[in-house]
């Protein structure tokens, strides 16, 4: 079971996880230290509370080219379901972050994309390239994230590449 799936099995008494005994502090200090020192840069403490930085620049860091200068993270339920449906079109340099996913679909959207999977260490696991819409994209097993870029801005990213965000 990943981190993630412990964090939502919790019961809302504050007790143990049932499979695994530990007690729900225990748990959800594992959480927010997994969150700071897996994710790199997208999470981090301020007073010990747990912050997002909503707007992320892309790196692949193994070709030192940007592939967003500007893209927003979407990191709740809500904000991945919604995701890119619904807009018109990304400009150049603009992404979606979706964390956590393995997989994607661009049902309701009306342009193409790229889309980068990345896992834990920041290695890319997958891209697919001109997803059209209304298709399900890939599982990519490993997955952390994924982000969707405007099609042809992922030409140059291969699986392997190592891939930098970093809060504006």
Known sequence: MSIWT???ALRQDG???PSFGAPRKTIIERYIAWDINICHGVFFCVKGRKQMAHNMQVVNVTIGETLASHAMLADSFLTRFIGLQGRRALAPGEGLILLP???IH???MRFPIDAVFVDEHNRVTRVR???RPWRIG???SGALYCVELPAGAAASTRPGHEIALRPL
């Open 6 to 8: 412990y964090v939502f």
């Open 138 to 140: 890939p599982v990519a």
């Open 129 to 131: 390239r001109a997803l």
């Open 101 to 103: 996913t393995a997989s």
């Open 15 to 17: 007790g143990s996880i």
């Open 106 to 108: 661009t049902f309701f």
